[in-house]
């Protein structure tokens, strides 16, 4: 029990000598950390998005106004024949101005100006795998009865391939202050092992193992991330918060983020960043004991 | 109580510290070891207290294998050595008996065995009116007090001290001897390494002498010569 009210003792005796380095490198790792814990929130959110409107629509053939019923039939049978399709549904004039009318009803000046003849009718056809969607246009172009495909499958490529590029230039970015933070708790932690060099030195020879030399520093190193870490995770919290809040929840991207998965990341930031100080304290006071 | 056989100490580059030593302390033995500097006595000590190991040979100290002791028992056998350098090693900020407490705290008294343990330190080596003057209010010989009372805090089978009395006039070292007598006689061994003739003539004791990494004497009730 002494020898723990030692090692408390002198971890917070250690940071109050460097209380500048203290502060940069528990915002270092605040920085590391909320880069960390938004970066993979924002993936999660996109992912979420992106398989909800996987799971909708997507294609979407146009049909030309001339198109007779019949031949609008045989292409849907036509369509529902295709082992990529799981389900076609069709979508007369009418219900595409109820759905304009629906979706531009926050604009009634739009929704009055619209001649709602121009909007066609359509087929709009789920796939069992979205990503045969090339498929589809390669089927259906060239045929008379269709005016315009479109696809959401491309849409979600754009928006997953700009994402992955995000998550990948964040990750690099995180990664460079995680080194920063690393590089600040090792000069820390060797700035104090110098200034306490006589204390350690004395502490060898009464008989302390390396162990409970090192503790405080240890002890300092975990303290240090794990308190920059918990500022980040908080603020990232709070910053899904206000995003669910704003304007942004109500546009066509959906913030809802699983408190499960939010759990496990802050858990998961929380343990990394107690590893990540123990070993950052092992390389910083390892010269110091072995001198 | 300490055993040497054969022991030889090469530093890298070639340059012999110690040769083929053998010899053996018993038991509440008060020893010199004496020689002129660069003779080989801090470098024998320090094999001694595992600060390095020697190049071949055996040494047991207070039945421990030194010679081949991994390196996570070198504090088990630090806490029953006391180590006095010729530098006291005071830590600055701290007053005579936190200097001696400390010790006590590093090796896991409590609070209230810590404050006992520390005063009794501080009669034994007669501080007790510069208990709380820091290092830099006491005097050369009044620091080399501290150090012995810090290294006795383990209460050490082996005190072992290099030139404590390096620094220190002849009437100062006469009075650590004396306190180091006092400690003996109490049944701690005590291998001292001095250079200081007076000493060692004064009070004969048993000699170890070294001269180039060699022992060339052992005599009990030795002289300086």
Avoid at chain 2, 85 to 108: A, C, H, K, M, Y
């Amino acid at each position: 029990m002494n020898k723990l009210s030692y090692v408390i003792k002198n971890t917070f005796i250690n940071m109050r000598r460097n209380p500048l380095l203290v502060i940069a490198t528990v915002l270092a790792v605040l920085v590391s950390s909320f880069l960390v814990f938004t970066t993979l929130s924002g993936r999660a959110v996109v992912q979420n998005n992106t398989s909800r409107w996987q799971n909708g629509v997507h294609v979407v053939i146009f049909l030309d106004d001339r198109v007779t019923t019949t031949a609008h039939k045989q292409l849907q049978e036509s369509l529902e024949s295709y082992p990529e399709v799981r389900m076609v549904d069709y979508f007369s004039k009418d219900e595409a101005t109820e759905e304009f009318k629906i979706l531009f009803k926050d604009q009634p000046e739009l929704v009055q100006e619209v001649d709602f003849e121009i909007l066609p009718s359509s087929l709009r056809v789920n796939l069992n795998n979205p990503s045969d969607y090339t498929l589809i246009i390669e089927r259906m172009e060239g045929n008379p009865a269709v005016k315009e495909i479109r696809a959401s499958g491309e849409a979600i490529e754009r928006l997953l391939s700009l994402t992955n590029t995000l998550v990948l230039a964040a990750t690099v970015f995180a990664i460079l202050i995680a080194f920063a933070a690393f590089i600040l708790i090792i000069n820390t932690l060797r700035l104090t092992a110098f200034a306490k060099r006589k204390e350690i030195k004395v502490m060898k020879l009464i008989g302390a193992s390396s162990t409970y030399i090192r503790l405080p520093f240890i002890f300092e190193a975990i303290f240090e991330s794990l308190l920059g870490t918990s500022i980040a995770v908080g603020l990232g919290w709070g910053v899904i918060q206000y995003s669910k809040d704003s304007l942004v929840a109500e546009s066509i991207f959906d913030i809802t983020i699983s408190d499960g998965y939010l759990i496990n990341l802050t858990l998961g930031l929380i343990l990394s960043s107690v590893l990540f100080g123990f070993f950052a304290s092992y390389v910083g006071i390892r010269k110091a004991l072995n001198e | 109580m300490i055993k040497l056989e054969n022991v030889s100490l090469v530093f890298q580059g070639g340059s012999v510290a110690l040769s083929n030593i053998t010899t053996e302390i018993k038991e509440g033995d008060f020893v010199y070891l004496i020689g002129h500097s660069g003779s080989g006595k801090s470098s024998f000590l320090k094999l001694l207290y595992r600060d390095t190991y020697p190049t071949k040979g055996i040494i047991d100290v207070v039945d421990m294998e030194v010679s081949s002791l991994p390196k996570w028992k070198i504090p088990i056998l630090r806490r029953k050595l006391g180590i006095v350098t010729q530098e006291p090693q005071l830590l600055e900020d701290r007053t005579t008996f936190e200097n001696i407490s400390f010790s006590l705290e590093v090796l896991g008294y409590d609070a209230k065995e810590i404050d006992a343990k520390t005063s009794t330190l501080i009669d034994l080596v007669e501080l007790q009116d510069n208990a709380y003057k820091f290092p830099y209010q006491l005097s050369g010989g009044e620091q080399t007090r501290v150090a012995i009372a810090r290294a006795l805090a383990s209460n050490p089978l082996v005190l072992l001290c290099d030139e404590p009395t390096g620094n220190l006039d002849p009437d100062l070292s006469i009075q650590i001897v004396s306190l180091l007598e006092k400690i003996n006689r109490a049944g701690t061994t005590i291998l001292m390494a001095t250079h200081d003739s007076s000493i060692v003539n004064r009070r004969k004791k048993r000699v170890l002498e070294l001269s180039d990494g060699k022992l060339i004497r052992d005599e009990t009730e030795g002289t300086y010569v």
